[in-house]
């Protein structure tokens, strides 16, 4: 049974994928499901500040999200509207007071993202003596979390080249968006936190993609104490993780997964023995494999 999510992958919206005809390693012809990649560009106000490239849905999430998780918009300024312009691909956002964006678009710095992430500003402004709530992560909510996402029907079984973040609160997942890039992914469930006026501190972020130093900032500046993934670590998101007291969990495949920060919060209910191995998922006949 599919669980209960407040927003799920929507593998039958037909401008998310198309098919592609070609030759197979037999030289027989094929149709693959092949994601769909376009651009979004992004105005706070009268300011154009990025050109994103993404799948093309929740654009206003996606919006809202990244402006917040680069500190153009700060949780207590006033949003008074989220215009997208479907034939432009333009979102703009637009808010009651001038916000600090012109020192912030001077500086760019390139990540380690897929489909190039871009920072502006300082990579750590808005880490400065943050400490994030106190938690409890019971390992049997994160072997439950695995297996109910790794089994939803996605745009990634369907075509691949592509990354899913799910937002959980203890073992429910409640909103999963994928994305060609997994910082898009974060930012559009950002955004929706953001509308919703979700609190942050009782959630668990769990990301298909690895576990780096922009993921663990971004998990961090939304407030959310725990984040996990089924791929690994880079050296840098750890020492970050540490500073701000975040949970960070990886390599999460079956009964096994590895804590390199925040392991103080794991509540071990769970006997790994009893937990089934991974089976292997399969995909739709000619999806791409990622």
């Known amino acids: 049974m599919a669980p209960d999510y407040i927003i799920g992958p929507n593998t039958l919206d037909p401008r998310l994928t198309r098919l592609v005809a070609g030759l197979d390693h037999k030289g027989e012809k094929v149709e693959l499901s092949v994601v769909e990649e376009r651009p979004l560009t992004i105005y706070l106000n009268s300011q154009e500040i990025v050109t994103a490239m993404t799948i093309g849905d ?26 997208f312009d479907e034939e432009l691909d333009v979102v703009v956002v637009r808010t009651r007071s001038r916000t600090t964006y012109e020192e912030k678009v ?24 943050l400490r994030l709530p106190t938690a409890t992560v019971r390992t ?16 990634y079984l369907e075509a691949g080249a592509i990354h899913g973040t799910v937002l959980c609160e203890r073992d429910r997942p409640l909103v999963y968006m994928e994305d060609v890039g997994r910082h898009n992914a974060v930012d559009k469930i950002a955004g929706w936190m953001l509308i919703e006026k979700v609190e942050a501190g009782d959630k668990i972020l769990y990301t298909t993609g690895r576990l780096t130093s922009e993921m663990v900032i971004k998990t961090a500046i939304m407030g959310i104490p725990v984040l996990a993934s089924r791929s690994g670590f880079t050296a840098w998101g750890v020492e970050i993780a540490r500073q701000v007291g975040l949970t960070l969990i990886g390599r999460m ?11 103080e919060r794991l509540e071990f209910d769970a006997d790994p023995e009893t937990v089934p191995e991974d089976e292997k998922q399969h995909r739709r006949k000619g999806a791409l494999i990622d």
Do not use: H
Not at 58 to 83: H, I, K, S
Not at 140 to 155: F, V
């Open 253 to 263: 495949r079956g009964k096994r997964f590895v804590c390199l920060a925040g392991e």
């Open 106 to 129: 001077k500086k760019k710095t390139r990540t380690s993202g897929c489909a190039v992430g871009t920072v502006f500003g300082d990579m750590m402004e808005g880490l400065e003596g």
């Open 140 to 155: 049997s909510w994160l072997y439950n979390l695995a297996r109910t996402i790794n089994t939803t029907p996605s745009l």
């Open 58 to 83: 929740y654009p206003e999430f996606l919006a809202l999200g990244f402006l917040r998780n680069q500190g153009m918009l700060n949780p207590a300024e006033e949003v008074t509207d989220v215009e």
